[in-house]
């Protein structure tokens, strides 16, 4: 019976949420999919994790020996997925339901043009959400509007296209994953997701879309970060952003969009400076354009491959809207 399944690997990202595994594993080994292995990398947690995870004879874990960040964290997962399709989802994603996979598969065999199916994510309990795709304009990021989840659960159809995918669960073939390159691990963070779902769609032609019959829970919403937490992070969202642009861009659009880009960055930096009373924002953010310029050419080498590579030739990513659903 598994022969008429393709294999489905399961790859979970792991870093310190024993507050979340003890639902999120239960929901992702439930599923009714004959034919799936389960794989968790654990990015070198310092809770009891990995104890809790090891009571799991099903799931394959790997344990880095060091956090390597979000990027090369979830490509060591795919690297190591022998299936012919993957959900990756991070630790605080609860799948909702056991035929999710079942659905996606058949989804993605009926239809040739996919390149990554992004699922809805929710809060528990939470009857709006943010999270249905990633979408841009010249002028950056495009606003999203909160929505109400049953309006997309009603959606007549199953997929709707989207500029790139949200990172907590998203599914894919694996050789395409492979053929783009998979994500950017120059840096742990901010340069991920959003960079992987523009590449593909202009080195493949294939399309991004949010699946709208099924959604899984997000338990992490509500997960708080302190100052020094957030202060790192954000050591790497000017270098990410950038990259992002520079390296998938036409460059008449670089010209338009760095600029106000710039423009949002610094006015965010003194925002956030006065709101937490932190200098180490400030700090955080010189840092970061440090750490964009020293990696710069390497940035650029990528940027020429891409563009010589890329089917679509215009930056068709700008064009899609969010989904009046």
Known sequence: MKNDYPLVSIVMLNFNGQKYLKQTIPSMLNSDYPNCEFIVIDNNSTDSSVEFIKKFKRIKLIQNKENCGYSKGKNIGVKNARGKYVLLIDDDILIDSKKLLGDLVRLHELNDDIFNISILLSQENDKFTYYYGGFYSLYGLLYKNKIKILRV?????????????????????????????????????????????????????KKNYLYTKQKCMHLGLERKEDNNSWCWKYRYVFSGISKIIIKNYRLKNILITYPVFLMFILAKTVKQTIARKELKVIGSFIYSIYFFLTTLSTTLKKRRIIQSKRIIKSDIFLKIKPPLF
């Open 153 to 205: 659960l009603k959606s007549k159809n199953a997929l709707v296209e989207i500029a790139s995918p949200d990172g907590g669960a998203l599914f894919f073939e694996k050789s395409i994953f492979n053929r783009v390159g998979g994500y950017d691990d120059s840096q742990p963070y901010y340069c991920d997701v959003g960079d992987y779902g523009i590449r593909g769609t202009i080195l493949t032609g």
